[in-house]
């Protein structure tokens, strides 16, 4: 009896010792088990002379997610998005990046901003391959994100920066203002908006007249006196902003301070409601006209067309969803709606869609797969979004608008800019 027992302790014991070898379930890596939570790593600036955009694009992204979770997920799987603060710096990015692999086994990288953090952090997408670690649906339209040999590792929503350009350039100059400046942020994002400029007015027989660029993190307090009278002695007809909110406005201010009343177009990335806060405060202030003349591309649509459902959806969850999350600190004041934000949107739609479609077998190396098979898919925007195999940029829509009634508003006639 004594060794039938022995033998039954050791038998258990290599059962145990089997079972503690065997790889568990994880909600994080969505391995196939009971329905739970899906954890998806997102690194943006929540503070900083950016720090707003992150904020904001984030709470566009959070105000749907709640919305997915509180409705049952997908056949149970709800959605955590995990954020993290980079600041708008490379390095605090990379960090965060390799924290979400290693220790925290995200599903997917999700909602990374910016160009200079996010093309820092594309050879791990490379490097953990073997993991099948993807990054869905980055706020940046540079082209490392779209092209190889790191384009197969990144699902992109928006427009690139080479449309949203070759969009400016061709109506500056069907208006007769082929005399075009470029002002530039120093780094990736700035650069590829710049060779955007350049590419688009080559096509046409033109070239850049003048540019000016600046370091990354400029604040709206830096005066850009010099850039200003640096790029008007070449006589541009417009200029070309490729910049953040801070630096845009502060670039604007001298500009208009300096009697200079060009127009001045700036791109998605430039957070055109937070500039125009910054601009129309400094009216209050001066006297000054400082909102005139500002063109801005947008990647979304007007979040006043209440024509569009998916503006109208955008605006009732907004409108319900209170929070800033663990993003923002105290004092910090939440835009009712911003480009931003419905860019968010947007991406938490989409990600819910690839939740929705893989429910069934929720695994990261199903990404692709799933992903390829969303197209034509109405988000209530008035363009339908495709990927497909070889298709890794779900819009391609460019729209353009100027302040008017203090937001900025979709352009009617480009005639109004005609020199």
Not at 56 to 63: S, T, V
Not at 75 to 102: H, M, Q
Not at 201 to 225: H, I, M, N, S
Not at 390 to 405: E, K, P, S
Request: with cysteine; proline share 5%.
């Amino acid at each position: 009896m004594l060794e039938i027992i022995k033998r039954l302790c050791i038998a258990g014991a290599v059962i145990l010792f089997v079972s503690c070898m065997l790889p568990t379930r994880s909600s994080h890596s969505g391995e196939p088990g009971e329905p739970g939570e899906l954890v998806f790593g997102m690194s943006a600036a929540f503070t900083g002379a950016n720090g707003e955009m992150g904020i904001e694009f984030y709470r566009g992204l959070m105000a749907y997610i709640e919305h997915f979770n509180a409705n049952g997920g997908a056949s149970g799987w709800t959605i955590k998005v995990l954020p993290a603060n980079d600041g708008y710096n490379p390095l605090p990015c990379f960090e965060n990046t390799v924290r979400f692999i290693e220790e925290e086994d995200v599903f997917a990288l999700f909602s990374y901003v910016g160009t200079p953090t996010t093309a820092h952090i594309l050879p791990l997408l490379q490097k953990f391959s073997a993991r099948h670690t993807f990054l869905l649906f980055p706020l940046t339209g540079a082209q490392p994100m779209r092209t190889e040999p790191f384009g197969e590792y990144v699902y992109t929503l928006r427009a690139s920066y080479f449309e949203e350009t070759a969009g400016l350039v061709d109506n500056l100059l069907k208006v007769g203002r082929r005399r075009i400046a470029v002002f530039y942020q120093n780094d990736a994002y700035g650069r590829t908006g710049w060779d955007g400029v350049r590419r688009a007015l080559r096509r046409q027989g033109e070239q850049v007249v003048a540019e000016a660029a600046y370091r990354r993190g400029a604040t709206y307090e830096q005066d850009f006196t010099s850039e200003v009278a640096h790029l008007m002695e070449a006589g541009p007809d417009a200029i070309i902003c490729v910049g953040t909110y801070a630096s845009q406005a502060a670039f604007i201010r001298d500009m208009r301070n300096a009697g200079h009343d060009l127009p001045v177009a700036g791109l998605s990335f430039s957070d055109s409601d937070k500039m125009l806060e910054l601009l129309t405060l400094e009216e209050r202030r001066s006297g000054r006209k400082y909102t005139e003349k500002l063109i801005c591309s947008q990647v979304v649509p007007c979040y006043e067309d209440l024509t569009l459902s998916g503006v109208r959806f955008y605006r009732e969850l907004m409108d319900n969803y209170k929070g800033t999350g663990q993003v923002a600190g105290q004092g910090y004041s939440p835009r009712r709606f911003s480009y931003v934000s419905f860019e968010g949107f947007l991406n938490g739609i989409m990600l819910g869609e690839m939740v929705r479609r893989m429910a069934d077998d929720p695994r990261r190396e199903r990404i692709p797969e799933v992903m390829d098979s969303i197209v034509d898919m109405d988000l209530g925007i008035g363009v339908n979004v495709s990927f497909g195999p070889g298709r890794r940029q779900g819009l391609d829509a460019v729209y353009f608008t100027t302040v008017a009634g203090g937001h900025f508003q979709p352009i009617r006639d480009w005639a109004e800019w005609s020199r």
